[in-house]
């Protein structure tokens, strides 16, 4: 709930920060946020889009969404929401963006989503990682650098949620067996590819149209990784369309066997998942790992 007092506090703050005096016409509830309050904020000076939480609950998590946006900007492959601060006041932290209308997509969609997609995963770096842990979803996520993918996707991925899921009784010595067994045989399934700049939680609820028609990304949880992490991760719920993946491959071309690769990619969001939400993903990651015993 955002009390009056503190919709008072933040007129005066995005007053201070805007160098507009402005005072809020409307304050909208948007559906679709799971973790935190999302709101649309109809003012004197613009509209702008407002997210909140207890601030003392996930320290930071707004500056290092903030930070997220602000590198994908600097990509120049996709529209991005302008970042016009955080801040926190009554205990509840923000994230203030500028806000987009819903517009109807663009008739080549998904071409562009795929093109620019490629575009963003050309932004390379040293290692695999990234300059500080940010979060995905609620999560805190290491990115501890490494200089080889592996080492990076077993430690900082797979092994970190693994090991909270089993200590929240999620899953058992059995599924860290098989875990082992897989790591075992990472070297010959995993094709190498350079750390590309990545959007890290790329599913259908991430991205939405921009101002004219155009794909917007949104809640990063960016670091340099193998990009077929992205590309797995549009494939666990569907809702991608073909021509997507199509101009992504004719852009920068996928390495042979992609499509058998998906399932390894995401047992990182599954375990994510399952951390974030219960047992029900475990039957689904369950069955990924019978294919490695």
């Keep these: 709930m955002l009390t009056a007092s503190f919709l008072r506090q933040l007129e005066q703050i995005l007053s201070r920060q805007t160098r507009k005096k402005m005072h809020f016409r409307r304050v909208k509830p948007i559906e679709g946020g799971i973790i935190n309050l999302t709101v649309r904020l109809d003012t004197t000076a613009g ?3 407002l997210k909140a939480n207890d601030a003392f609950r996930f320290p930071a998590m707004f500056e290092k969404e903030a930070r997220g946006l602000e590198t994908l900007r600097k990509a120049e492959a996709f529209t991005i929401p302008e970042v016009i601060m955080t801040g926190d006041a009554e205990g509840q932290a923000f994230l203030i963006l500028k806000f987009f209308e819903d517009k109807d997509m663009k008739s080549d969609f998904w071409e562009s989503l795929g093109k620019s997609l490629a575009k963003l995963h050309k932004v390379t770096s040293p290692k695999y990682g990234f300059s500080e842990d940010n ?3 609620s999560l ?3 990115n501890k650098e490494h200089n080889k993918w592996l080492d990076f996707f ?3 991925r797979l092994e970190k949620q693994l090991k ?3 200590e929240l009784g999620y899953l058992n010595g059995d599924d860290e067996n098989g875990f ?3 790591y075992r045989e990472l070297d010959s399934l995993i094709s190498n590819e350079p750390p590309s700049l990545l959007h890290g939680d790329l599913w259908g609820g991430n991205f939405i149209t921009g101002e004219n028609g155009e794909p917007c990304l949104i ?3 960016v670091y340099y990784g193998h990009r077929e992490m992205d590309l797995s991760m549009t494939r666990l719920f569907d809702g991608f369309e073909e021509p997507f993946y199509e101009t992504y491959n004719s852009e920068y071309p996928l390495a042979p066997g992609f499509e058998g690769r998906v399932d390894i990619h995401n ?3 599954l375990l994510v998942h399952v951390n974030l939400f219960g047992g029900g993903y475990i039957p689904q990651l369950r069955e990924i790992l019978k294919k490695y015993k």
Excluded: C, H, N, W
Aim: aromatic fraction near 16%; proline fraction near 8%; glycine fraction near 4%.
């Design 164 to 166: 909270r899921a089993m």
């Design 180 to 182: 082992q067994k897989l």
């Design 219 to 221: 809640d990063p949880a």
């Design 140 to 142: 805190e996520q290491s």
């Design 47 to 49: 509209t702008y889009f």
């Design 154 to 156: 077993v430690e900082e």
């Design 267 to 269: 047992l990182y969001p």
């Design 135 to 137: 979060y995905i979803g």
